[in-house]
């Protein structure tokens, strides 16, 4: 079992970056596929990025493509999402979520696939 806990959040100009962090508090990301998701008020839970074990392979929304980067640190036991030219439409929740390596993989989206969540960052971009 691995605890993804999330931090960074905040509130940011349009145009601004922000770096989230996904730390495990309890366990490790090593054999976990890292995934970020976001929610906006009234809205479903939608896919944002995944990274595989090693970060070989990433996964994006094509909204955040050229925007966001998913990284991941396997010493420090922590994945980031870099998030880069924000837009008001970025405005949400963001939750750290980790789903099993060998039995799924990055580039399905389904969160029903994630096992762990993180409590959630807010993120705000606004003028």
């Known amino acids: 079992q691995v605890q993804p806990v999330e931090s960074g959040g905040g509130l940011m100009q349009p145009g601004g970056s922000l770096r989230l962090s996904c730390a495990a508090s309890q366990g490790t990301f090593s054999n976990y596929v890292v995934g970020w998701f976001r929610q906006a008020p009234g809205k479903e839970r939608e896919f944002v990025a995944a990274?595989?074990?090693?970060?070989?392979?990433?996964n994006y929304l094509d909204s955040v493509k050229g925007r966001f980067t998913i990284s991941r640190d396997n010493a420090k036991n922590t994945v980031y999402l870099q998030m880069n030219s924000l837009k008001p439409e970025d405005t949400a929740v963001y939750y750290c979520?980790?789903?099993?390596?060998?039995?799924?993989?990055?580039?399905?989206?389904?969160?029903?696939?994630?096992?762990?969540w993180g409590q959630g960052t807010q993120v705000t971009v606004s003028s």
């Open positions: 990274i595989t074990r090693s970060g070989a392979s990433t």
């Open positions: 979520a980790a789903k099993d390596a060998f039995r799924y993989s990055v580039w399905r989206r389904e969160k029903d696939e994630y096992a762990y």
